[in-house]
């Protein structure tokens, strides 16, 4: 009957018969096997009876079920598997086949003795675990895979599993001793004995090869050529790269006429002037559209009530107002934008550019310009007063503009033609 042993190399050892149905194994005390420990789920793993074969299935747990050291979710149980389940030890034992067998398993007399090192009971020739402590044993039988598809054991160098027809897990081929390259590229010659101990049965090297036949050596050689391990091919050391010479960029001719003086800002009394005659021009242009209008309502007798003055006049004089401010925006916009200075600067000597050199300014600076006037107004005037302690204007700074004297600098009155825009002096002479 199949049984379990819990911890058999412990003195806490116990044996569980397994019957033909579930048994869970858990921490939670409803399980069929109880494992108070931390590293085993409440509902760790089951074994179940199916067909003629006992089942471990893993519950989905946290650290998992392994089987002679492998995680599984699902495996056939066989005589003498060790399950680990947390820190305990699951020996499985299945005294049915042994007893279905007939007879007893009797080893020849000359074969050795295959003994626990553990607990010195004996072992049957395959077996990876001891039957009695759950040891693990030396093997002692061919080499053997697992075929993870079925679980079942095919011995090596098999490379398909007998039950299933799956492909094996090929392991790691052990290198081939390093002397076996010169003894295969010697020919003719006999290999110099080695150092260590003579094998037991050396392979005698013919002195003479048959003509158009290779020898046994080379034909072994040939045949073991594919199983050899690749030369080393040493590798080549990085080529050292020079580093580029500096070299000294040649000389560019300077574009710029030095013998030109910088150009010269404009002072603060030119400014104020030129500024005083700009407003005064536009507070007559703009008075002169105005005062038709105050004239008209003043004229004119209103009335006891609102009802009884005219609409026309009304929507004429509201409609004048907005008239008015876009002329006087006009005005400073066009005469900076395009001319690069309305009348009053021309008169005391003082034009706008950019800080760029820009001249003309351009219609879309000049109106930035325009709102830093406001700007300036509705602080009372400070913006224009920074002027005066050697500071740029507000709306100088915002609209990114400077004003300077006219014909400061070698600069003249604006050039006649678009096409002598651009170029120096000395450009424009040679032209």
Not at 72 to 83: A, C, I, K, P, T
Not at 125 to 131: T, Y
Not at 197 to 212: F, K, L, Q
Not at 380 to 404: P, S
């Amino acid at each position: 009957m199949a049984k379990l042993i819990v911890n058999p190399t412990s003195s806490s050892r116990r044996e569980i018969s397994l019957s033909r149905t579930l048994v869970s194994i858990g921490r939670d005390p409803s399980n069929d096997l109880v494992l108070p420990d931390a590293m085993v789920s409440r509902r760790h793993a089951v074994i179940e009876y199916r067909g003629s074969q006992y089942y471990l299935r893993d519950c989905n747990s946290s650290n998992g079920s392994l089987v002679n050291g492998d995680r599984v979710s699902e495996r056939n149980l066989r005589d003498g598997d060790l399950v680990a389940i947390g820190t305990a030890r699951l020996l499985f034992r299945d005294d049915l086949h042994d007893e279905e067998a007939g007879a007893k398993v009797v080893q020849h007399p000359s074969s050795p003795r295959l003994v626990c090192p553990s607990c010195q009971a004996e072992y049957r020739k395959g077996d990876l675990f001891c039957r009695q402590c759950g040891s693990a044993l030396a093997p002692s039988s061919p080499p053997k895979v697992i075929c993870t598809a079925c679980g079942t054991a095919v011995l090596l160098p098999a490379r398909f599993c007998n039950a299933c027809g799956t492909a094996l897990p090929r392991p790691a081929a052990e290198e081939p001793p390093r002397e076996a390259a010169p003894a295969a590229s010697a020919g003719d010659a006999v290999a110099p004995p080695p150092s260590g101990p003579a094998p037991e049965s050396p392979i005698e090297v013919e002195p003479e090869n048959t003509p158009g036949r290779p020898s046994a050596e080379k034909a072994q050689a040939l045949a073991l050529a594919p199983a050899l391990a690749p030369a080393i091919v040493p590798r080549e050391r990085p080529m050292r790269v020079p580093r580029p010479a500096l070299v000294e960029p040649w000389p560019t001719e300077d574009t710029h006429d030095r013998s030109t003086p910088p150009t010269a800002l404009a002072s603060f009394s030119r400014r104020l002037g030129g500024g005083a005659l700009d407003l005064l021009a536009v507070a007559a242009g703009l008075g002169a559209l105005v005062t038709p209008v105050i004239l008209y309502w003043r004229s004119r007798d209103l009335g006891p009530t609102p009802a009884d003055v005219p609409f026309v006049p009304i929507v004429l004089s509201l409609t004048l107002a907005p008239v008015a401010l876009a002329l006087g925006a006009f005005y400073f916009i066009y005469y900076w934008g395009v001319r690069a200075a309305t009348p009053g600067k021309r008169l005391v000597g003082i034009e706008v550019e950019g800080d760029d050199g820009a001249h003309p300014i351009g219609i879309s600076r000049a109106a930035v310009r325009l709102l830093g006037y406001a700007l300036s107004g509705v602080l009372l005037g400070m913006g224009f007063f920074i002027v005066a302690f050697g500071g740029t204007a507000l709306h100088d700074r915002i609209a990114g503009t400077r004003v300077v004297r006219r014909g400061s600098g070698g600069r003249g009155a604006p050039p006649s033609s678009k096409s002598e825009r651009g170029f120096t002096p000395s450009e424009r002479e040679r032209a």
